[in-house]
């Protein structure tokens, strides 16, 4: 069973960039599909950005296109967002996830999940 752990939330200015990592403890990682969804406060968990295992694959929701970059290493078992111009309806806590098989944008196809890590970004 695959453990995620994310790092790289922080505080950040509107306009900024941060970069979030999740490690996983799989060595068979590159079974692995990967996403990153958020959850602000009071509302639902919702998709951001997934990577199919051959990393062939990228899936972005509209309002971070063209401003987050998914991507992976599997020889480091590492899977990243990389967030640029960064807007205060970005803040949420952020979340890794795998699933085997093909990758999605639904939350419930995911069944691994990191503890997540807190983005805020101040206006």
């Known amino acids: 069973q695959v453990q995620l752990v994310e790092s790289g939330g922080g505080l950040v200015q509107a306009g900024g960039s941060l970069g979030l990592s999740c490690a996983a403890s799989?060595?068979?990682?590159?079974?692995?599909?990967m996403s990153w969804f958020r959850q602000a406060p009071g509302k639902e968990r919702e998709f951001v950005a997934a990577i199919s295992k051959t990393g062939l694959t990228t899936l972005y929701t509209d309002s971070v296109k063209g401003r987050f970059t998914i991507y992976r290493d599997d020889a480091k078992n590492t899977v990243a967002l990389q967030m640029n111009t960064l807007k205060p309806e970005d803040t949420a806590v952020y979340y890794c996830a795998a699933r085997r098989g093909l990758v999605g944008r639904r939350k419930d196809d995911y069944g691994y999940w990191g503890q997540g890590t807190q983005v805020t970004v101040s206006s």
């Open positions: 799989e060595r068979t990682f590159n079974i692995y599909a």
